[in-house]
Nanobody, 115 residues
Framework: QLQLTESGGGLVQPGGSLRLSCAIP????????MGWFRQVPGKSRELVAL???????RYSDSVKGRFTISRNNAEKRGYLQMDNLKPEDTATYYC?????????WGRGTQVTVSS
């Protein structure tokens, strides 16, 4: 299996928080730059957070200051801490290397922000 597995999504009220996790299968080699992407129906998948091999992070303007990306290389896991969530954050969230490898796309985890 080469697909990454996302978890941690759910329904949350505006202003709430969620922590997403990304599990990297043992067969997958080292992922240098890891990204979190999100997609809503009818739109392209967009990169919202990126962590580089040296630990530097990058964020889209829409999530900057609210989301925090991190990773644990020893455990082969990635994380996305999402705070102060807004209704416009509602989407399916995916993790992958960046640039994405098509064989790594998992099923994603749904995040719904609604009161």
């Amino acid at each position: 299996q080469l697909q990454l597995t996302e978890s941690g999504g759910g329904l949350v009220q505006p202003g709430g928080s969620l922590r997403l996790s990304c599990a990297i299968p043992p067969r997958v080699g080292t992922i240098s730059s890891m990204g979190w992407f999100r997609q809503v129906p009818g739109k392209s998948r967009e990169l919202v957070a990126l962590i580089l091999p040296n630990g530097e992070t990058r964020y889209s303007d829409s999530v900057k200051g609210r989301f925090t990306i991190s990773r644990n290389n020893a455990e082969k896991r990635g994380y996305l801490q999402m705070d102060n969530l807004k209704p416009e954050d509602t989407a399916t969230y995916y993790c992958n290397q960046n640039p994405p490898n098509r064989v790594y796309w998992g099923r994603g985890t749904q995040v719904t922000v609604s009161s």
